[in-house]
């Protein structure tokens, strides 16, 4: 661990419903859910007006509807999240050429190796004008936490939200973390949080005063280990650049090559408990599991399956691994077999849910797929979405608050405008179609952003299965366009005075 607090942790604050404020001034101040908004969908995020109700991210959107019942419901726009979220990245690789991104809106950045800090003043200074940057290029607020590790530095940011900066001087690290909550360590999930609770440990301190044996009795070699060094406040895990961070994986080549399948099945079921320890031993988890086969003849196949949510389960990463090697035929012989988990988290859950979700909405073809066909006959070609933008010939910009039977509600403003009015008109109005988001910021002073993102993850197959996501996404827009069988109101977007 380093001695400067030059290890910078980014998070924007309640990033989709604070974009979608930003968006729309109707809704400043007031609280926003964002997130799949038929029966089974969840909650990506809430504005902080509406946490106040208790709302928060992952909570089934109909019980978030109870609490908030006079929130502003929006499906998600995620082509518009990640433009944002380009620009901000941008900015973090103005700093440093070491920016790990967890998600579309949270990164690690190492100041020193970017020369842009080496000391708790440099480091604060250039924290200050990283969030006037944000601020000024995308509109947004985020909180920055700076630490002389990863752990701490993400755990201040926690600590700095909304719109902060906190920053932990060298030598207060362990007086700091040791009241807090297992839960605040990387790796402990709600599992392993249960685990140590049954064991009679709750906070940081407790684990450092159980000590490294009971911990690794408890919880094994790898991950006992890891979790003690943690909880003393020693976490040497580097920074590292998108494309190396994108998978932990492991993997074996064969003098000869195996033939046997029974044997191949075996190699495989013990590649992925290899990769899992080396997993946990980082104190990550992951969403997707991806299977690599070399045959006899030199060909390399992937597979993949990308998980509901993340994991450090070995028992689920043999299973997928065993799921895929189902779909290869591997009659001739192997070569090589590997097992690896991207999609690596430090178990943040409400950004693991916006990557299904934009993995989701980024295909066409997914966005309806499973949702069982309606009794109503839905007409697919105009379904207005809440939340989305459109244009009308004579009235300009604006978004869509709600629609159903057969009429669909507008509020007519800009990012830059005035709260707007609200108008109403059949779904086939001739004048009205659907358009692009503004940008938030009118020109960009400092003209960063847009820095192309790393490779994509390369030769994995995808085959994305969020099916809690896809559903909620489906279902939301069943809700809007089918609501025709419902009763009277027809807006789905409700309002109401802010808390
Ligand atoms: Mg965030």
Redesign the pocket.
């Known amino acids: 661990m380093r001695n400067a607090p030059t290890i910078l942790h980014l998070?924007?604050?309640?990033?989709f419903a604070q974009a979608e404020q930003a968006s729309k001034p109707s809704l400043r101040g007031k609280a926003v859910v964002v997130g799949g908004l038929g029966p089974r969908g969840v909650v990506a995020t809430a504005s902080y007006e509406a946490r106040v109700f208790g709302v928060h991210s992952a909570m089934p959107m109909a019980q978030a509807r109870r609490r908030a019942p006079h929130a502003a419901y929006l499906v998600p726009r995620f082509a518009f999240y990640r433009s944002i979220s380009e620009q901000v990245m941008g900015l973090l690789r103005a700093l440093s050429p070491l920016v790990e991104p967890l998600s579309l809106?949270?990164a690690f950045v190492d100041l020193d190796a970017g020369r842009a800090a080496w000391d708790s003043d440099s480091a604060r200074l250039a924290g200050i004008r990283l969030r006037d940057d944000i601020r000024a290029v995308t509109g947004l607020t985020g909180s920055v936490g700076l630490a002389s590790c990863k752990m701490l530095a993400k755990i201040a940011s926690e600590q700095a939200k909304p719109d902060g900066l906190v920053l932990i001087e060298p030598g207060t690290e362990r007086a700091l973390l040791g009241p807090l909550p297992v839960r605040t360590l990387p790796g402990v999930g709600p599992a392993t949080g249960d685990h140590l609770r049954r064991a009679g440990i709750t906070t940081v301190d407790e684990i450092a005063e159980a000590g490294e044996d009971e911990l690794v009795r408890l919880l094994g070699k790898a991950h006992g280990h890891a979790l003690y060094a943690m909880a003393l406040a020693r976490d040497d895990r580097p920074v590292v650049a998108e494309r190396e961070a994108k998978s932990v994986s492991v993997e074996d080549t064969y003098d000869v090559d195996i033939h046997d399948r029974v044997r191949v099945e075996l190699e495989v079921q013990r590649l992925a408990g290899r990769c899992v320890r080396r997993l946990r031993g980082s104190g990550l988890s992951g969403r997707t599991i991806v299977l690599k086969v070399r045959r006899y003849d030199f060909s390399t196949l992937t597979r993949s399956e990308t998980l509901r949510g993340p994991t450090d389960d070995p028992g689920v990463v043999r299973e997928a691994a065993a799921r895929l090697l189902d779909s290869v035929d591997t009659t001739g012989g192997v070569r090589l077999l590997g097992v690896g988990v991207s999609g690596l988290a430090d178990f943040t859950q409400?950004?693991l849910f916006a990557q299904a979700a934009e993995e989701l909405a980024d295909g066409p073809e997914e966005e309806h797929a499973e949702e069982p066909a309606g009794d109503v006959p839905v007409p697919v070609e105009r379904q207005w979405r809440p939340g989305h933008d459109v244009r009308h010939a004579e009235l300009g910009h604006g978004w869509v608050q709600g629609s159903g039977l057969g009429r669909v509600t507008v509020r007519f403003e800009t990012p830059e405008s005035e709260p707007g009015r609200v108008r109403t008109f059949r779904t086939d109005d001739p004048g009205l179609e659907p358009a692009e988001p503004l940008p938030l910021v009118s020109s960009k002073p400092h003209g960063a952003g847009g820095a192309p993102a790393g490779e994509p993850a390369a030769e994995a197959s995808r085959e994305v299965s969020g099916e809690a996501v896809g559903e909620a996404i489906g279902a939301a827009e069943d809700e809007v366009s089918g609501s025709s069988g419902r009763g009277g109101d027809i807006s789905v977007v409700e309002f109401g005075n802010s808390p």
């Open positions: 998070d924007m604050d309640a990033f809106d949270e409400e950004d």
